[in-house]
């Protein structure tokens, strides 16, 4: 495998190049520099236009006249005409529903776009630089018919339209002129992308869930190979000549370089900052340079673009790394120009039109086009716009200086892979392997709360009291750990919503199919639930932290959590779950789930069989919002708090207690108000090497909960992201106190029903609970925040905030103490 060498990037960069640095770039690149919530900076390289929500394809026309970008995001989702010679939009229209193909025609009159789950192909027309709807091809009915097609490719003399889907797994052939399917082929998994070689008497097709490409044959329209590549292979590009195929593959951090006469894989190009990094660089897009000689590579989850010099195939050698923005999904390369689709935009920030305390408004307008809509204002699936970055060619010096500047940005490295930050003593170990005082880890995974919603009344913390909506009196347990124990006021949510939250709490990651994939059917555009489990493709090629525990011969258990109705989710779960213990169900209390636990957990003591580690899910801090007949929010909330409490009191009196230690974590944070940031969420550790009345002010994210809880089992990273996170060594202490938690009874009456006809009652009503956050998390969270604050008190917008490394913190690298942009 080709890859980016860390001793020879650093001798490179530092002897042959810093001393020509120029130091307009630079200073352009670190003034530009900003944080996110997760840890990891941006500092994007070139010009900038604004696109749409999560924009995943650019399309090219054959004169290079046009450019189109397909947004295909949570909230309004559009096509967007670019003059890429004059870098300005020319016009914007909206889509019902898209997913990545787009192509244009040859004569450049027409654009298609793939319809989404409405399972059509739409036809556009270009007309005085505007887009036109035409025309739509059906593939079949409309969702819940599975079909969605994604990836499309178009033989123009031959009148044909290649199509290849991701719910049904298929190719159809579709003639252009009758509009009729002239033949349908099986793939066996789900595709991404089709491209037709340059005599189109070949498809390729990238089988994202099948780790491999397939070459169709046009003229005997069947399929006459398969090449294997790497995992989730999704974007395709070949050569002018067609002789060479290049393949990312998401999973893996690597591009697959194919010579299409042997039909053979000539060599893999590493994408990653460091050899043998785990998964977190996500190549998933492509570009090669106008005279071939230099491939672009996207590193969605590094925010990065790979470069490598691939003139002399099967030899080809890195070259350096482009700063882009946040999430890049897609290359392409006009001339000396390089057109990157960053899909969520450039930064993390506040909403600033979203609603508000101080006016009425609860939407906000979007002009596209010419068409005007009205949304929901603020929904966090929305709040992240794309951006298209403009970069031209970098010479050897310029990339250098780029190179620079991905490295500061990126904090994951090999050397904190491999020793993570602590201190000598400490019951968190700084290396895999080491021991620890500490057993039995307990995580309880809990669903969608802020900070300030729960603990914004701690006095000792960054909180706002204006917006609490489940204070002490509501969450007494709650507030008596973090005063016993820590408070943790500076702590972030790596995932957005619960179908990638639950895989963040799991695997400090979310997969390529996860991230593209959610927003559809959040966004109420049909589709299915991806996450927990529920779907092989979005699972992470190792698997989830129970996969790393039985690698490592870690004992361990799950109740609720990647478990329904007492069946696992994933392989690895078998007969490792409580088949009593109930999952998310909130028609079921979690006092009552705490008791399923605690009687599995007496007759694991009995017999000295507790695991190691043990994932408890507790979930009725979603609540069911005003729904009538149902327990009101604070009924909720304060049944899970006694949950969360009788647990560490039980735990705590137990003969293991000695060698605990309980992790209380938020799948996500719900959209909800925070005056930091959306993703700003509670999280609690408890036990006997745990600090007592101690505030930790550290930035940690989901990710550090899982890199802590890995150290103290033994267990390697999952991903990139919980090998550069903080460990939470701060939070603990060397000198055990195991004096024992005594819980607190509830204030709120837990049979509380909600009982008035109000708007927010009716909506509530017209929801299906069944699964969480089946309903868009700022429409729930409103109806949330009118339950305590009134009917006609609109919630504030949720923030999303960008964060900044302080001067004053150059000293503090190791301990990662980074503070917010916005304290109040």
Known sequence: ?????????????????????????????????????????????????????????????????????????????????????????????????????????????????????????????????????????????????????????????????????????????????????????????EAYACMLSPDRKELYISLWGGDAVVVFNTVTRSISSKIVVGDNPNELLLNKNGSLLLVANANDNSVSVIDTKQLKVLEVLNTALYPDAPAG????????????????????????????????????????????????????????????????????????????????????EHHVGDTTVRVRSGYIGGLMKGTLSIIDEPSETTLAVYSKAVYTNTPYSKTKELHAAGEAGNPIPMKVGQPSPIKYVFYLIKENRTYDQVLGDVPQGNGDTSIVLFGERVTPNQHKLVKEFVLLDNFYADGEVSADGHNWSTSANATDYLEKNWVTSYGGRGGTYPGEGKREIANPKKGFIWDYCKRASVSYRTYGEFADDGKPNIPALENHVCTYFTGYDLAVRDTTRFYQWKREFDSLVAVNAVPQFNTVRFGNDHTEGQRTGRPTPFAHVADNDLAVGLFVEYLSNSPIWKECAVFIVEDDAQNGS???????????????????????????STSSMLRTMELILGLPPMSQYDAAATPMWNSFTATPNYKTFVALPSNINLNERNTKNTASAR??????????????????????????????????????????????????????????????
């Open 763 to 824: 909506l509530s009503n017209s929801f299906d609970f069944r699964k969480e956050d089946t309903i868009p998390d700022l429409i729930f969270s409103e109806i949330v925040w009118k339950t305590v604050k009134g009917e006609d008190s609109p919630m504030p917008a949720p923030r999303r905030s960008a964060f900044v490394k302080l001067k004053e913190e150059d000293d503090e690298e190791e301990e990662d103490k980074e503070k917010p942009l916005r304290k109040k």
């Open 674 to 700: 925070d005056h930091v940031d959306a993703h700003r969420t509670t999280a609690y550790v408890a036990g006997p090497f745990v600090k007592r009345g101690f505030a930790d002010h550290t930035m940690y």
């Open 1 to 189: 495998m080709r890859s980016f060498q860390f001793l020879f990037s650093l001798l490179f960069l530092s002897q042959t190049v810093f001393a020509q640095q120029s130091p307009t770039v630079e200073q352009q690149l670190n003034k530009s520099r900003v944080r996110l919530p997760n840890g990891w900076q941006l500092s994007p390289a070139g010009r900038m236009l604004p696109l749409g929500d999560l924009p995943l394809n650019i399309a090219v026309s054959k004169t290079k006249r046009y450019m189109a970008v397909t947004n295909n995001g949570q909230s309004v989702q559009s096509i967007q005409l670019i003059d890429p010679k004059a870098e300005k939009i020319l016009h914007s229209i909206i889509i019902p529903k898209s997913w990545y193909g787009l192509t244009f025609s040859e004569d450049e009159k027409f654009l298609y776009a793939s319809g989404g789950n409405d399972n059509w192909i739409l036809q556009y027309a270009i007309t005085n630089n505007k887009l036109q709807l035409k025309d739509s091809i059906q593939l079949g009915g409309k969702w819940p018919v599975k079909i969605s097609p994604t990836g499309i490719s178009i033989d123009d003399k031959a009148g044909l339209l290649y199509v290849v889907t991701k719910e049904n797994n298929a190719l159809y052939i579709v003639d252009l002129a009758s509009k009729k399917i002239l033949h349908q082929e099986k793939l066996g998994s």
């Open 281 to 364: 660089s996500t190549a998933n897009g492509l570009a090669l340079s106008a005279n071939e000689k230099s491939l672009y590579v996207a590193n969605a989850d590094n925010n990065c673009l790979a470069v490598f010099d691939v003139s002399n195939a099967g030899k080809s050698r890195p070259k350096g790394f482009i700063p882009v923005g946040w999430y890049p999904s897609n290359i392409k390369v006009i001339g000396k120009k390089i057109f990157v689709a960053n899909g969520k935009g450039f930064s993390s920030f506040a909403n600033p039109t979203g609603p508000n305390p101080t006016r009425p408004e609860q939407t906000v």
